[in-house]
Nanobody
Framework: DQFDESGGGLVQGGGSLRLTCVTS???????AGWFRQAPGKEREFVAG????????KYADSVKGRFTLSRDSDEKTVYLQMDSLKPDDTAIYYC???????????????YGRGTQVTVSS
C-alpha cells in the first residue's frame, strides 16, 4: 500500500488547513491515523480513526482543534486542522493501523508526508 498525503502549506496562526490521505482499495480494512514530526523531535501521534469512522482519538495537544474523518469511498481520510498554532509546524504523515478499546496502534507504513508550517 502507498499513502498519498496532500494539503499542507504555510498558514498564519489561527488559520486552517485540511490534509488529505488517499490510499489503496484495501484501506477500508484498517484504522487510519496521522502522525507528525517537527524538526529535531520524535514522530508523534496526532489522531486516529477506526475502520467504521465512528470512533476517533486525538492527542491532547490537538483535541478540540483537529477533526479526523474518512470518506465513504473508504480510501480517503481527512484531517481538518483549525486554530493552528506555530507548535503545529511539522511534517504530517498518514498511517494505517488498528483501533481497539479507544487506542490507535500504528502500522509500520507511512507516506512521504506533507509539510505544515504555521507562522506566528
Amino acid at each position: 500500500d502507498q499513502f498519498d498525503e496532500s494539503g499542507g502549506g504555510l498558514v498564519q496562526g489561527g488559520g486552517s488547513l485540511r490534509l488529505t490521505c488517499v490510499t489503496s482499495d484495501t484501506f477500508y480494512l484498517y484504522a487510519a491515523g496521522w502522525f507528525r514530526q517537527a524538526p529535531g523531535k520524535e514522530r508523534e501521534f496526532v489522531a486516529g480513526i477506526d475502520r467504521t469512522g465512528h470512533s476517533t482519538k486525538y492527542a491532547d495537544s490537538v483535541k478540540g482543534r483537529f477533526t479526523l474523518s474518512r470518506d465513504s469511498d473508504e480510501k480517503t481520510v481527512y484531517l481538518q486542522m483549525d486554530s493552528l498554532k506555530p507548535d503545529d509546524t511539522a511534517i504530517y504523515y498518514c498511517n494505517r493501523g488498528l483501533y481497539s478499546r479507544g487506542e490507535y496502534y500504528p502500522g509500520d507504513l507511512y507516506g512521504r508526508g506533507t509539510q505544515v508550517t504555521v507562522s506566528s
